[in-house]
């Protein structure tokens, strides 16, 4: 069965990270935090027990979107211009949280950590067992990268958390895509283009040595 006209689908969520990326593999940050509202969106539909989640995620996000729709929203059009911008003005704390402690930088580096586990998390799940469980996908996911960069208190949050999300045929079918067979199949489409973007963001923060930033 298709999608319900009007109905939320993951799959225009996960279409906007495929129309963040030009064609000279810059990152758009529109599209970019447009796919990130729909995840939020997505992950408030799982239940209150996500909310300490999400609301760090809308948090970052709004961070952004004042930039992206502020005075110098020119500079905030792509990831590589408010990487250099940034940089080129001396707006980003490199050593520790101060006299900006809210940089466009840090703060698409929180999300872009996340992307990682969005992506080995919607692999998993993708070519997962059908019996599988979702909650292990998830833990194995965000053990496999988030976790790292999380206190151990906000480690256990999330693992008692993860123990609410439903089974595996029942997440794929409340993404709104049809059955999950048909669901596996938008994973398949759209994992290339997360990929990509998760791709672009690593190397060009990476080039400027921003991967740690406090
Ligand atoms: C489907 C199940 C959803 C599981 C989501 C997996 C991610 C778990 C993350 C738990 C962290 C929440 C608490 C906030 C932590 C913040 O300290 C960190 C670092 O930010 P800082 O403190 O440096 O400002 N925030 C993050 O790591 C960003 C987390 C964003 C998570 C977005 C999840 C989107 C889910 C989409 C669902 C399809």
């Known amino acids: 069965m298709a999608a319900a006209a009007g109905a939320f689908s993951l799959r225009e969520v996960l279409g906007a990270f495929q129309a963040a990326v030009t064609e000279r593999r810059e990152v758009l940050l529109g599209p970019y935090l447009r796919g ?71 703060t698409v580096l929180r999300l872009h950590r996340a992307l990682r586990w969005l992506q080995l998390f919607l692999e998993g799940l993708r070519t997962a067992q059908e019996d599988s469980k979702t909650s292990t996908i998830c833990t194995d996911s965000y053990n496999a990268s988030l976790a790292t960069y999380h206190p151990w208190v906000v480690r256990k949050a999330a693992t008692v958390a993860f123990c609410a999300l439903p089974s595996r045929n029942a997440f794929l079918e409340i993404m709104n895509v049809g059955t999950p067979e048909e669901a596996v199949v938008m994973l398949g489409d759209a994992l290339p283009h997360i990929s990509s973007v998760y791709g672009i963001t690593e190397e060009l923060y990476a080039q400027h040595k921003l991967l740690n930033l406090p």
Not at 50 to 70: H, L, N, P, R
Not at 95 to 100: D, K, V, Y
Request: charge should be neutral.
């Open 36 to 106: 990130w509202r729909g995840l939020v969106r997505f992950l408030n539909s799982l239940g209150a027990i996500f909310s300490f989640i999400s609301k760090d995620a809308v948090a970052k996000i709004q961070i952004m979107e004042s930039y992206c729709g502020g005075e110098r929203q020119e500079e905030y059009r792509t990831l590589q211009s408010m990487v250099a911008y940034e940089l080129a003005s001396g707006l980003v704390d490199l050593q520790r949280r101060s006299e900006h402690p809210d940089s466009g930088c840090r």
